[in-house]
């Protein structure tokens, strides 16, 4: 790995939610994560709905703040900077949110929707706005971009509204973005073609990205590590290749079972899955926190929560089995 660029360290966010007619409790989306991003590197953040990826991507980025832990960027502790002195990390950390239906403005012009980040972060010089709008648009394969610039988001496809809102990101020359599910709402023909826009950018610009999905397929595409996330917590980190051809913790290990695959026979065989359901994170089991749904557990399971180690170089699993 490179010289992070975004450092994790211990990471929980506590939310506050009703609970009853006049009480409330404390829900942990995230609970004591660690993980880097080097520079230049793309790190897959992988699990099941509701295990608490987006929330660690915003964190990482300091859209929250945590509740205990701290976050490092290019060496500084970003914690609890004011919102004054964040103005450098807006402008060298930006995120892709999921929807591309939702995360741009129908009343804009895609050129405007590209333009407001300089606006925003001080480029005065409408010229030269204008032509960091345009290089956006070329870097993202929407051209030409006069002519797109013009244009409204219902005159685009889901694939090109997601790729708008990659040149939004883009536009001010970041060095770490989080991808929170960029194709997971665009139809199949544009996702390779996504997919490959953001390889490209990582690979000429040096951009670290935390990318984040359930598509270990994807992920495999993407990424140079990847890290396994479940209710909360980080059960298996390695690079991707290693982790997904031998996966040491059971939970990676059913995610992969579970992958479709064409087998002429057993055409309407049914996939082994991870069976019952996630946990709340209002009730979060005591000890291993998959035990309840581990093919593997033992008495030592329910009893005490294993802790993430690294079992041989660059590869961590948070499991009693190692």
């Known amino acids: 790995m490179q010289r992070p660029l975004v450092s994790l360290k211990g990471l929980t966010m506590v939310y506050r939610v009703r609970h009853g007619f006049l009480g409330?409790?404390?829900?942990?989306?995230?609970?004591?994560?660690?993980?880097?991003?080097?520079?230049?590197?793309?790190?897959?953040?992988?699990?099941?709905?509701?295990?608490?990826?987006?929330?660690?991507?915003?964190?990482?980025?300091?859209?929250?703040?945590?509740?205990?832990?701290?976050?490092?960027?290019?060496?500084?502790?970003?914690?609890?900077?004011?919102?004054?002195?964040?103005?450098?990390?807006?402008?060298?950390?930006?995120?892709?949110?999921?929807?591309?239906?939702?995360?741009?403005?129908?009343?804009?012009?895609?050129?405007?929707?590209?333009?407001?980040?300089?606006?925003?972060?001080?480029?005065?010089?409408?010229?030269?706005?204008?032509?960091?709008?345009?290089?956006?648009?070329e870097d993202v394969r929407l051209t030409p971009p006069q002519d797109v610039a013009a244009r409204f988001p219902h005159l685009l496809s889901g694939g090109q509204r997601q790729r708008v809102a990659i040149a939004r990101a883009i536009v001010l020359k970041p060095r770490y973005m989080v991808a929170d599910e960029p194709v997971s709402m665009i139809d199949a023909s544009s996702r390779a073609e996504v997919l490959e826009v953001l390889k490209r950018l990582q690979t000429r610009h040096g951009i670290a990205f935390l990318y984040i999905t359930h598509d270990l397929a994807t992920a495999r595409y993407f990424s140079d590590r990847i890290a396994v996330m479940y209710l909360g917590k980080v059960v298996e980190l390695g690079q991707v290749e290693e982790v997904l051809s031998e996966p040491?913790?059971?939970?990676?290990?059913?995610?992969?079972?579970?992958?479709?695959?064409?087998?002429?026979?057993?055409?309407?065989?049914?996939?082994?899955?991870?069976?019952?359901?996630?946990?709340?994170?209002?009730?979060?089991?005591?000890?291993?926190?998959?035990?309840?749904?581990?093919?593997?557990?033992?008495?030592?399971?329910?009893?005490?929560?294993?802790?993430?180690?690294?079992?041989?170089?660059?590869?961590?699993?948070a499991c009693h089995l190692y």
Do not use: W
């Open 248 to 317: 040491l913790h059971p939970y990676t290990q059913a995610l992969i079972a579970s992958i479709p695959e064409p087998d002429p026979a057993n055409r309407f065989g049914e996939r082994p899955a991870v069976k019952g359901e996630p946990p709340s994170p209002q009730n979060i089991p005591s000890g291993c926190r998959f035990h309840p749904r581990c093919p593997k557990a033992f008495e030592r399971c329910p009893l005490e929560e294993p802790q993430l180690r690294e079992v041989r170089r660059g590869r961590y699993v």
């Open 24 to 137: 409330s409790r404390d829900i942990k989306p995230v609970d004591g994560v660690d993980l880097d991003v080097g520079e230049g590197e793309a790190v897959a953040l992988v699990g099941e709905s509701g295990c608490g990826k987006t929330t660690v991507g915003k964190l990482s980025i300091r859209l929250l703040r945590p509740k205990s832990g701290r976050i490092f960027y290019d060496g500084e502790d970003v914690t609890d900077l004011p919102a004054k002195r964040l103005q450098k990390l807006r402008r060298e950390t930006r995120m892709i949110f999921q929807d591309p239906y939702s995360s741009i403005n129908p009343y804009m012009a895609v050129g405007e929707t590209v333009e407001e980040p300089l606006i925003a972060h001080g480029v005065e010089d409408k010229r030269e706005r204008m032509e960091l709008v345009y290089k956006a648009l």
